[in-house]
């Protein structure tokens, strides 16, 4: 069991393993989440022909404890929970510091009832039970520490040196970004990549050699602005800086919905061979994320 937990609302975050008022007494469904198989049959066959997997939503099932000093005080930590819980088109934020200091979040949304029971025996001189249940779309843990990859200029045409610097490398007029770097994922479970593409610059294309996945652009980034591709569980799209759609830029075989990192190593590329200059710069950022708390 896990000696931290704290649930995230916005901007406030709440200590829910401490007694003070609140503990977390269990979590279940913190395992690998439920996964379907995908299959195909022809006509004639005998049974199936198993083609992959899909990750299906997780429910967390937690059981928490108000440790309440009287009955009138836990009425107060009951109503500060019920705003924490309260049905709500954001999802609240999960954290999880295990026994060995490594950290998980999840991001989860409630589903049902969150029951705090009012019947004599239920409660507990100041304490009251509450079991509540959360759907969380995305069933993998993330740490929520976020990765940044930068990728690095190319002098003249020629592949240059990789340093391993932490923020995007600009480039001198007439240069460009043509760079693979591999990227040593250590989740256990795939994660999609926010990728920045500041310009200016015509044409970028980002490859990820070991899924075989594309994204190919036909279309030019313009001097001050940036085009972000965003994907999570439910969504892809591609916006500049003011938050408009790029996405007609973007060619029609590329792998939008489905660009990702594996767990292991993952040689991603980067090109943008010409418009570029000393403003432009690419990065890629993700999340470690895991099947498991």
């Known amino acids: 069991m896990a000696y931290n937990v704290q649930a995230i609302v916005e901007s406030t975050t709440y200590e829910m393993y401490n007694g003070a008022p609140f503990w977390v007494v269990s979590m279940t469904g913190v395992g690998i989440g439920p996964v379907s198989r995908l299959e195909s049959k022809g006509a004639q066959q005998n049974g199936s022909t198993d083609v992959g997997y899909l990750l299906e939503n997780r429910l967390l099932n937690i059981e928490m404890f108000i440790n309440g000093v009287s009955k009138i005080a836990t009425e107060g930590h009951r109503d500060t929970l019920a705003a924490i819980l309260?049905?709500?088109?954001?999802?609240?934020?999960?954290?999880?510091?295990?026994?060995?200091?490594?950290?998980?979040?999840i991001d989860g949304y409630l589903v049902g009832m969150a029951d705090m029971p009012a019947i004599r025996g239920q409660s507990f001189g100041g304490g009251q039970t509450v079991i509540v249940q959360l759907k969380c779309n995305n069933p993998s843990w993330y740490d929520p520490e976020l990765q940044n990859i930068p990728f690095f200029i190319a002098p003249g045409g020629i592949e240059g040196w990789q340093f391993p610097?932490?923020?995007?490398?600009?480039?001198?007029?007439?240069?460009?970004?043509?760079?693979?770097?591999?990227?040593?994922?250590?989740?256990?479970?795939?994660?999609?990549?926010?990728?920045?593409?500041?310009?200016?610059?015509?044409?970028?294309?980002?490859?990820?050699?070991?899924?075989?996945?594309?994204?190919?652009f036909e279309g030019t980034i313009p001097s001050g602005d940036a085009w972000t591709v965003t994907i999570t569980e439910d969504s892809a799209d591609v916006t500049n800086e003011a938050?408009?759609?790029?996405?007609?830029?973007?060619?029609?075989?590329?792998?939008?919905?489905?660009?990702?990192?594996?767990?292991?190593?993952?040689?991603?590329?980067?090109?943008?061979?010409?418009?570029?200059?000393v403003e432009t710069s690419a990065s890629l950022r993700y999340y470690k994320r895991y099947s498991n708390q």
Do not use: C, M
């Open 86 to 105: 309260r049905p709500r088109n954001t999802p609240v934020k999960w954290k999880v510091t295990r026994n060995d200091g490594a950290i998980r979040q």
């Open 165 to 216: 610097l932490l923020f995007p490398w600009n480039q001198e007029a007439g240069n460009i970004i043509d760079q693979t770097i591999t990227v040593d994922y250590a989740g256990s479970a795939p994660t999609y990549p926010e990728i920045v593409l500041t310009g200016p610059g015509d044409d970028p294309v980002i490859r990820n050699l070991d899924t075989g996945e594309v994204l190919e």
């Open 243 to 277: 938050g408009d759609s790029v996405l007609e830029y973007l060619t029609e075989d590329s792998d939008l919905g489905t660009f990702h990192l594996e767990p292991g190593s993952n040689d991603i590329q980067v090109q943008i061979l010409t418009g570029a200059t």
